[in-house]
């Protein structure tokens, strides 16, 4: 099972849109999908609620995080499209309560190391059930960051062409959780794909800052196999998809608007599939395609 962490420091970046479709994708392609929802929003948890096609496990992420589960007790791997639902309280378990000692083993232990135990035995234990795991990272870097970071094998990082949002950018890189500093202290096989701009706008503003951005730290951008920044376009076509609970390849077969939209995004997902290792033949598969 390959593990992929979508997140990055910064809120409303389309991180959740790109958890939801990209698994949908996947698991069109045919892979075996688990969904991890890390933030308390619940964004991607409420999307398979209206999708319906991920079946929930029969425990929240805050559940199986603090107790040991029996992984045959919460339908893994039954479906082979599961998703570990978000229940609003793992901040307030977790986070606010990181350093908080309590008996375990024995032993007087902080939750955290508790919590990175126990997450770390639940992904052990599901590994022959899935062929990829994806989680949807918090708006933020605190401990549910480190915890998913020292597990994965891989990170993609959605942006906006913000100012607030470029600067969260060098966090996430090389912060105390930054993906540099996990890689170089916890995790070797740490695989940093790339930021990916996300509703990016045809104006002058979009296209100076991704120019800076390309000079400055291009290296760090997802980008295709001659080397160019990828890149998603605003549209209203995603946001539909992700009121209504739906593939951008679905809309994409009635919306004209919507194709070029399913083009751009699915040729993202090849590549990001492809540098996980897993590979994409599309024509052994059953993915929606655009008529």
Request: with cysteine; glycine share 8%; proline share 2%.
């Amino acid at each position: 099972m390959k593990i992929l962490y979508i997140g990055v420091q910064k809120g409303g970046v389309g991180k959740s849109t790109n958890t939801c479709q990209l698994a949908l994708y996947a698991r069109n392609l045919g892979y075996r999908v688990l969904v991890i929802d890390f933030d308390d929003q619940g964004n991607t948890t409420k999307f398979f609620k209206r999708n319906g096609e991920a079946v929930p496990l029969a425990k929240t992420v805050t559940e199986v995080i603090f107790q040991t589960t029996d992984i045959f007790d919460i339908n893994v791997g039954v479906s082979g499209f599961n998703i570990l639902e978000a229940d609003g309280q793992f901040n307030n378990i977790l986070v606010e309560q990181a350093r908080v000692k309590v008996q375990h083993e024995g032993e007087l232990t902080e939750k955290s190391s508790i919590a990175h135990q126990y997450f770390a035995n639940f992904l052990t234990s599901v590994d022959a059930h899935y062929d990829l795991c994806i989680i949807d990272g918090p708006p933020s870097l605190d401990i549910r960051v480190t915890i998913a970071l020292t597990l994965a094998d891989a990170v993609l990082s959605p942006i906006q062409l913000s100012q607030e949002s470029i600067e969260g950018m060098s966090s996430t890189l090389y912060g105390q959780r930054g993906v540099l500093n996990i890689k170089t202290v916890f995790n070797a096989k740490l695989n940093f794909l790339g930021f990916l701009p996300n509703m990016v706008e045809a104006t002058d503003k979009h296209r100076e800052a991704l120019t800076e951005l390309g000079e400055r730290i291009g290296e760090h951008f997802l980008t295709d196999n001659e080397g160019r920044i990828l890149l998603m376009p605003l549209r209203q076509a995603v946001r539909e998809c992700q009121k209504e609970g739906i593939t951008i390849a679905q809309l994409a077969k009635t919306n004209t608007m919507a194709r070029s939209t399913w083009a751009s995004m699915r040729k993202i997902f090849d590549i990001v599939l492809a540098r996980l290792q897993l590979e994409v033949d599309v024509e052994s598969t059953h993915v929606e395609t655009i008529g």
